[in-house]
């Protein structure tokens, strides 16, 4: 039998973009369904993608992850293909990708953006994607290019399992890190990358959407790797400790008085703040463990991407 394939864009005021997306979709992946998710748009690009032939349907919930979560409960397919409606993405690569998923038994596979248009990439969206994916390429230990990436192509048991929590464009992160939490087996692909169409513009703040990603990806660390995170909370607490605490060991062994007794109780509760921390961290990392365990138990009951 074969595989079901299906197209999900999610789309905010894409009008001017949208219908070029889906026609591209057609054409080099002619048997899949291709889903628009409208998220309120106040412009035409539910009319000119339902014109261009896709199946369109609304997420009121404002935001990038509320669509995605939304399209990944709604729709059923073997291999699910995401992509922004703005025209930046090379569609032409598509196939490439799901081969890759295909070939391989993998999980997912982000197209890792090549700019080929100085007018693709802001500064502060290139500088700062840099950041935040060595960020978390370090914290999980996985040699990635590009996690803020929004074309990939994924497997449905990845799908069906995701926990989306992430109400916009922190969802790409939130993506990534349960892949590499997990343990899936996810690839890279280098994709070219376009400037917008004219009339288009992109809906990220590179301040503010930067600072929620920095922010998602804190508290998936939190999450995910809770021992990691309260042993350097437990860390911090121990050096603010010695900090405050060997003045006065030093002034007590002088004079064999401590006259400086608010001092030396915030001392006290510092240290006993570091070793708190710890045990939280031992008895969390416990909980994700098991929370990890039932999550693998789920994603095993879908078959492997490759079989037919």
């Known amino acids: 039998m074969a595989q ?19 026609n591209d979709f057609k054409k080099v992946l002619p048997e899949a369904e291709i889903y628009v998710y409208d998220n309120n748009s106040d412009d035409d690009t539910a009319a000119q993608a339902r014109r261009a032939g896709a199946i369109v349907r609304r997420e009121p919930r404002q935001g990038k992850g509320n669509v995605v979560r939304r399209m990944f409960a709604d729709i059923e397919a073997d291999i699910y293909v995401m ?10 690569k598509t196939p490439l990708l ?34 935040l994916t060595k960020l978390v390429q370090h914290f999980f230990a996985y040699r990635l290019e590009d996690m803020l990436s929004g074309f990939r192509v994924f497997s449905k048991r990845f799908v069906k399992t995701f926990p989306a929590q992430s109400p916009g464009f922190e969802i790409e992160t939130e993506l990534t890190i349960f892949a590499l939490s997990s343990k899936m087996p996810i690839k890279e692909v280098e994709t070219d990358y376009f400037a917008r169409p004219a009339g288009s513009f992109s809906k990220l703040s590179t301040v503010k959407d930067g600072l929620r990603i920095l922010r998602t990806i804190v508290m998936l660390i939190k999450e995910e790797r809770p021992l990691l995170f309260f042993s350097m909370l437990a860390a911090v607490f121990a050096l603010l400790t010695l900090i405050c605490g060997v003045p006065l060991i030093e002034l007590y062994l002088e004079t064999g008085l401590v006259p400086r007794l608010p001092t030396a109780v915030l001392t006290a509760a510092l240290m006993v703040c570091s070793v708190v921390s710890m045990l939280v961290g031992f008895v ?25």
Request: aromatic share 6%.
């Open 98 to 131: 799901v081969k890759e998923l295909r070939e391989n038994n993998l999980d997912m596979v982000i197209g890792s953006r090549k700019e080929v248009d100085l007018a693709a990439y802001r500064v502060g969206h290139r500088s700062g994607n840099l950041v």
């Open 284 to 308: 969390l990392d416990s909980v994700a463990n098991s929370r990890k365990e039932t999550r693998r138990q789920a994603y095993l009951r879908y078959p492997v991407v490759g079989e037919e």
């Open 4 to 22: 079901k394939t299906a197209v999900i864009i999610p789309c905010y005021n894409e009008g001017k973009a949208i219908a070029k997306v889906v």
């Open 83 to 92: 992509s922004d409606g703005d025209e930046t993405y090379d569609i032409k």
